[in-house]
């Protein structure tokens, strides 16, 4: 994360100071997140057959060699805008899985630690909010000293360093087999070779399957991935062109990122300590307001840089609290067979905007000037964020509430509770059926989804309809 925050600050800054065109600093985002996303999307029944743990070392080891080609080429007075578009390519297309299977260790990681998921998943998104902020001020510094195309030589080194960090550090993990609960060994063994006998395509469409039954998940993916696209245009070009315009330098760039991803630790840290007790769509539409829209008026409005800080320090502790919800709600629904390619789709459907961020960032500018360009921008992030509040399906992610009452103490007249495990066998005829492969014929099963089930017990069952 580290060099990867390194190569965000030097390749646009690199293109913006070498060409002057903010269309063509567009070009080396989309040149890079679009196989990013399409390998996202592919690469998950992979992950699942070859291990998280091994795909991700090989992609940390081959971006080594891609990243490190950039420096290389323009010391040797040979790297073009082509060639360049060609290596961030390839070095996207790596990133894709090779980020999907990181992520897929993360229930593992809980399991292994013995803490819940919500703990994890802010302690995770805490250690990439530290390495964004140390890769943000160490980028603006290491740009404007070396050089952007120097620079990326850090981010190679960090994927190799990451390859020996994740080969030493995960070998005596809980195996996904015994996440997935499954009891009696025998019966594991001959669900993993009928997993095993499916062919790719079939494996992709039994995670896509049941990412699309999942309507609390494919509703959160389908609103990020819009976030992620304004994110994008805001981070790739709208701030480097703020502060080119603005006679400022690429370590004012830095400067920003670096105070936002700092003060967005302390929300990650909040987020993992006290992250159970809270409750996730009130703090989730509540952060997505105070870390959205102000950060692209105090740009606007070129407002001192002292203002844009404190605003990136708000926002930041804002935006920590994001990550482990969505993190925890995310791994708490998908089971363990199915969580590579879950994962890498859901994460192809969130990223599958961030393609055009850039480009859309470019001709924002372009067209209508940076400060119009940031309004504009702005105002969308809002509209997006604020989805949530009309769209119920949305409330779906908090925790079941517990039972309480007479029925919870059991006492006299109590109400005979539903049964509690009814949900999870339907969940596991699901996830059985998707590893059986498409003859199971989920679209016939009479009975209702989890989803679904809830729906009807609290009267909303039209709430989950359109987003199916």
């Known amino acids: 994360m580290t060099g990867t925050r390194v190569s965000m600050i030097a390749l646009p800054w690199f293109v913006l100071t070498t060409t002057g065109s903010a269309t ?47 420096p290389l080429l323009h010391a040797l007075g040979v790297l073009g805008l082509p060639l360049l578009l060609v290596l961030v390519a390839v070095g996207g297309a790596l990133r894709g899985p090779g980020d999907a299977a990181k992520s897929s260790l993360i229930p593992s990681i809980s399991a292994t630690a013995g803490v819940p998921l919500e703990r994890t998943t802010g302690l995770s998104s805490s250690v990439e909010r530290t390495a964004s902020m140390l890769g943000a001020a160490f980028a603006g510094g290491l740009v404007a000293w070396v050089g952007p195309a120097q620079a990326l030589v850090v981010d190679a080194a960090s994927f190799g360093l990451s390859a020996l960090v994740i080969a030493w550090a995960t070998t005596h993990l809980v195996p996904a087999a015994e996440l997935a609960g ?45 976030t ?17 315009d603005s006679g400022r330098t690429a370590a004012t760039v830095g400067l920003v990122f670096a105070v936002f991803s700092g003060a967005s630790i302390l929300g990650s840290l909040v987020a993992a300590a006290y992250g159970e007790r809270l409750p996730r769509f009130r703090i989730y539409v509540l952060a997505f307001l105070i870390t959205g829209l102000p950060r692209f008026l105090v740009l606007a409005v070129d407002a001192p840089l002292v203002a844009v800080l404190a605003v990136s320090v708000v926002g930041g502790i804002a935006s920590g609290f994001l990550n482990p919800i969505l993190g925890a709600v995310f791994f708490e629904r998908v089971p363990a067979p199915l969580l590579g390619r879950v994962s890498s789709l859901n994460s192809a459907i969130a990223w599958s905007l961030m393609p055009l961020g850039g480009v859309l960032g470019g001709l924002v500018v372009d067209g209508l000037g940076v400060d119009t360009g940031l309004m504009v921008v702005g105002v969308a992030y809002l509209a997006a964020t604020m989805a949530p509040l009309v769209i119920p399906s949305f409330r779906a992610m908090d925790r079941p509430s517990a039972p309480s009452g007479p029925a919870a103490a059991g006492g006299q007249g109590a109400v005979e509770p539903a049964d509690p495990e009814g949900g999870q066998r339907r969940h ?30 609290t009267g909303e069952e039209g709430d989950l309809g359109p987003l199916r």
């Open 428 to 457: 596991e005829r699901t996830v059985a059926a998707l590893l059986v492969g498409p003859r199971a014929g989920l679209a016939h099963d009479p009975e209702p989804s989890p989803l679904e089930d809830d729906a009807l017990r």
């Open 228 to 244: 992620n696209l304004l994110d994008l245009a805001y981070a790739a070009v709208l701030v480097p062109v703020w502060a080119h």
């Open 24 to 70: 063509k600093t567009g070009l080396i985002a989309f040149a890079e997140l679009l196989p990013l996303v399409l390998s996202k999307a592919l690469g998950g029944p992979v992950i699942d057959r070859v291990g998280a743990r091994r795909v991700a070392i090989a992609c940390d080891a081959l971006s080594v060699v891609a990243v490190g080609l950039v």
């Open 182 to 226: 499954r009891a009696d060994g025998s019966a594991a063994v001959a669900e993993d070779a009928a997993a095993d006998d499916e062919g790719y395509w079939a494996q992709l469409r039994a995670g896509w399957l049941f990412l699309r039954q999942e309507s609390v998940v494919l509703a959160l993916s389908l609103m990020v991935a819009c």
